[in-house]
């Protein structure tokens, strides 16, 4: 399952950034299922992913679902928690078990999770949830030819510190199992400041923003929690 991360400021493409810096699709089996969560109509998918994704898509035969697990979210008043949406659309589209035992399955895990504790309006909203997920899960059609002009980007810049392109990049990019020991410090760690270099995810709803003193100064005021730009 891949996510969208949206960015606040306009001025910015948003992007699925783990597919555009790793290559997520290099252990998917041929014919497999993937789940995007992202939050754009099925149709407008396509042209969103990066070319390559696309050759690996179309080459492998993948079938491409969608959801925006964070609208069903916040439309039964679940807030920014998705996992009930995202497990109903993983075995709805999986075929773990059939799609209709599956879902009984996860409406009775529910109603034992919250019902016995008296939080009948929580198995309410997770229900809602659980049906929100089927309604809004939909498939994308996958074309005979990759079309997008995005390209995939490198995990670190070309200017990163040694370590940082030998070491961490292949384990932002998924292969730190392949990283030769020698490669690893003697005492195990880790150069300072290595962390700037790492993928980070901005929220799409609340992001803080401060005002007055600086962050940490005495009397500095609470963050405040606003919507993010679409």
Known sequence: MCHFLPFPDPSLRPSFVALERQDLLRVAAPGATVLLNAP???EEIWDRLPRAVQATVIA???RLFTIDAGVVAREVGLGARTNTVLQTCFFAISGVLPREEAIAQIKGSIRKSYEHKGQS???DRNFAAVDGSLARLSEVKVPLSATSKIEMQTPVPASAPAFVRNVTERMF???GEELPVSLIPADGTFPS?????????ISST???TYGGCGAG???AKPPRFGRAAA
């Open 121 to 123: 309006s929580v198995v």
């Open 173 to 175: 990019a998924g292969m």
């Open 40 to 42: 754009y109509p099925p």
């Open 217 to 219: 100064a005495v009397g």
């Open 206 to 208: 609340a992001l803080p």
């Open 193 to 201: 400041g290595t962390s700037v270099y790492e993928k980070r995810n």
């Open 60 to 62: 492998k035969k993948l």
